[in-house]
């Protein structure tokens, strides 16, 4: 390929990206996900990369803590992460963002995952890795969420039931007509591959 060509197919993709980080950020949905307490950096950052994979508008952490990067791999650019030192923050966050808490809790007031009803605009906050979530928390969200489990083991890993939970009230949006571009980037089996390929920033 000539200079002037590779240049020009350079500029395209680099149009074709902006474009598409333009329309991610107007897409992005009025729902957070918050993370109370967390030492586990990787689980940080895999919260970060559901965020971004579901469009939500923002990750919130409570607690001075480090974050793995690694796991989020990338989607940290394009997520806005808000760090809070404590509960107090946490409240008037929540207020000022108008969140209505969604606790996602082992937890005798839990409403099972299957029957969940979810408030508009939902922050879904996960626990700490050991000791979950505050009680005081619990009795303050609109309604704590609890994902049935069958096995020996009795939790989950919070990412991964931070994700669940975060596309169980997705797939009810869907369910009512009520999420925006639905599609999520499923192909049409129809159409080919896009021209210049998938615009894909990285992969793992
Ligand atoms: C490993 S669990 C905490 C385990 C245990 N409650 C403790 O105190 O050590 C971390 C977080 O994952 C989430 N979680 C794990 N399993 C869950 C489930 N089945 N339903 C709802 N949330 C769950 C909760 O947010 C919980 O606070």
């Not at 980080?21 to 967390?38: D, K, Q, S």
């Not at 939500?56 to 808000?82: D, H, I, P």
């Not at 969140?99 to 005798?108: Q, S």
């Not at 009512?176 to 896009?194: C, I, K, M, V």
Request: aromatic share 6%; hydrophobic share 40%.
């Amino acid at each position: 390929m000539s200079d002037l060509k590779h240049q020009l197919a350079m500029e395209r993709r680099l149009a074709r990206r902006q474009r598409r980080r333009e329309e991610y950020h107007r897409g992005l949905r009025p729902m957070a996900i918050a993370a109370w307490n967390i030492t586990k950096e990787h689980n940080v950052g895999s919260l970060v990369r559901t965020a971004h994979a579901a469009a939500a508008a923002e990750v919130v952490l409570v607690g001075e803590r480090e974050w793995n990067v690694e796991a989020a791999k990338t989607s940290e650019l394009y997520t806005t992460v808000t760090q809070l030192a404590d509960i107090e923050a946490f409240r008037k966050h929540l207020e000022s963002r108008r969140w209505n808490l969604v606790a996602v809790e082992l937890d005798h007031r839990a409403v099972n995952l299957f029957d969940a009803e979810y408030p508009e605009r939902p922050c879904f906050l996960l626990g700490a890795e050991v000791g979950g979530l505050p009680g005081e928390l619990l009795d303050e969200a609109e309604m704590v969420v609890q994902i049935p489990q069958w096995g020996l083991v009795p939790s989950l890993n919070l990412a991964i039931a931070g994700s669940i939970v975060v596309y169980d009230y997705l797939g009810k949006l869907h369910g009512e007509a009520r999420l925006n571009r639905p599609d999520g980037g499923l192909l049409d089996q129809n159409a080919g591959e896009p021209e210049g390929g998938y615009d894909v920033d990285h992969k793992g």
